[in-house]
């Protein structure tokens, strides 16, 4: 057995859809000054899905290079964190599991909590860890934020997958032990289950979002963690890529900081590279924006990073992360860029045929036509069942 005293994130690979829709087009078609979204929220285009894409293929199509690199052996837990299930009852994590042809001794599951999630999926994965440091948890964000045609936050959409292997001994991201937490109930942002969509009182979730801020900070604080001068980078959760800045300009007003432009601009800046292109991924996002900062940064080894984790509702999390010595050799930047690169993109009736696209309810047979040149696709429903394929 290991006598490893550090447990964190061993490799971490992303994917996307297969379209992608500018900002510049949705501004052309409703008549939106291109700067409220390119400068206001941060974005400037966002992933759309293809008919056979769904948080399912997205999640394989991420974790798959991680089992071609480190096998699967000693994978004996998926947990699969999203807020766009696709199943009441049975965990997209399985399906997964499938495609990827992981071991029978395997445990998965679900994790819900709007966009908190995946930090939920990483911290209980490091227990398990921590308990049989021999062992190595897969950890899936995958999510697909979709909201109405003609929203205010129809601007905010984007889906992507984010799969980190957790182990002791982790080659890119130690993570440390204190931790703060913070929750309360808040109905920011919702979607009951009779919607396909989500509801979202913007202002509230802004609100709720910085009041986590702080609540997690405090926290965090009273849990003996490092001051906030101590930190290299912070990567927070990105609904757009804007509020990152206006949060970590909350952190540093709330901790008695002066928040200097240029001192946000170097702490924030390369986390969002990824976001502001992929759009929201819920889930995915703050992994999405460590991908993009370790991809572009200086040299970070044993330098801390700062993670804030929010997911309406509400639930926040802050905790920190140092990168491991030797890290910039396990990244995947080329395939990051290739990732983002490879999307073909959409005019905007060709986007608004995707979003209305949905099976029928009936539970037949319906195929779905063939779109996606990724990886896995989802070949239809037949009998109420999801049916995916790996090409």
């Known amino acids: 057995m290991s006598n490893a005293a550090s447990f964190g994130i061993h490799d971490l690979s992303f994917a996307t859809t297969e379209y992608v829709l500018s900002h510049a087009a949705l501004a052309e078609y409703n008549g939106t000054?291109?700067?409220?979204?390119?400068?206001?929220?941060?974005?400037?285009?966002?992933?759309?899905?293809?008919a056979d894409e769904d948080i399912v293929t997205l999640?394989?199509?991420?974790?798959?290079?991680?089992?071609?690199?480190?096998?699967?052996?000693?994978?004996?837990?998926?947990?699969?964190?999203?807020?766009?299930?696709?199943?009441?009852?049975?965990?997209?994590?399985?399906?997964?599991?499938?495609?990827?042809?992981?071991?029978s001794a395997c445990r998965v599951v679900e994790l819900k909590q709007a966009c908190y999630g995946a930090t939920a999926a990483l911290q209980f994965a490091i227990g398990l860890v921590r308990r049989d440091p021999d062992q190595q948890v897969l950890v899936i964000a995958?999510?697909?934020?979709?909201?109405?045609?003609?929203?205010?936050?129809?601007?905010?959409?984007?889906?992507?997958?984010?799969?980190?292997?957790?182990?002791?001994d982790p080659a890119l991201v130690c993570i440390e032990n204190a931790s703060g937490l913070f929750t309360a109930d808040v109905m920011d942002f919702w979607r009951p289950n009779y919607r396909t969509t989500a509801l979202v009182d913007g202002q509230e979730s802004?609100?709720?979002?910085?009041?986590?801020?702080a609540g997690s900070w405090?926290?965090?604080?009273?849990?003996?963690?490092?001051?906030?001068?101590?930190?290299?980078?912070?990567?927070?959760h990105q609904p757009f890529t804007k509020m990152a800045y206006k949060a970590h300009r909350h952190l540093l007003d709330h901790a008695g900081h002066s928040a200097d432009q240029a001192d946000i601009e170097h702490a924030i800046g390369q986390t969002v590279a990824y976001n502001t292109s992929i759009g929201n991924s819920y889930t995915a996002s703050v992994y999405l924006a460590l991908a993009a900062l370790l991809d572009q940064a200086d040299d970070l080894t044993d330098r801390p990073i700062g993670f804030l984790s929010y997911g309406s509702g509400s639930v926040a999390e802050f905790f920190a992360g140092t990168a491991v010595p030797g890290y910039?050799?396990?990244?995947?930047?080329?395939?990051?860029?290739a990732a983002i690169a490879r999307r073909k993109p959409v005019d905007h009736a060709r986007y608004r045929e995707l979003h209305?696209?949905?099976?029928?309810?009936?539970?037949?047979?319906?195929?779905?036509?063939?779109?996606?040149t990724g990886p896995f696709r989802l070949a239809g429903v037949s009998g109420h069942k999801r049916i995916y394929q790996a090409r």
């Open 356 to 372: 209305e696209w949905s099976f029928p309810a009936d539970g037949g047979d319906h195929p779905t036509p063939q779109q996606t």
């Open 142 to 168: 995958s999510d697909v934020s979709k909201y109405e045609l003609d929203s205010p936050g129809e601007a905010t959409q984007g889906a992507a997958a984010v799969a980190m292997l957790v182990s002791a």
């Open 218 to 236: 405090k926290d965090y604080g009273e849990q003996g963690g490092r001051t906030l001068d101590e930190f290299a980078a912070f990567c927070y």
């Open 328 to 337: 910039r050799e396990h990244l995947r930047t080329a395939a990051n860029l």
């Open 206 to 213: 802004v609100e709720a979002y910085l009041q986590a801020v």
């Open 59 to 103: 999640g394989a199509a991420a974790a798959a290079p991680i089992i071609a690199r480190h096998g699967s052996e000693r994978i004996r837990t998926v947990v699969f964190a999203t807020e766009s299930s696709i199943d009441q009852a049975k965990s997209a994590g399985i399906y997964v599991h499938s495609l990827l042809g992981l071991q």
């Open 33 to 50: 000054e291109i700067g409220k979204y390119h400068i206001g929220i941060g974005q400037r285009s966002m992933s759309v899905c293809a």
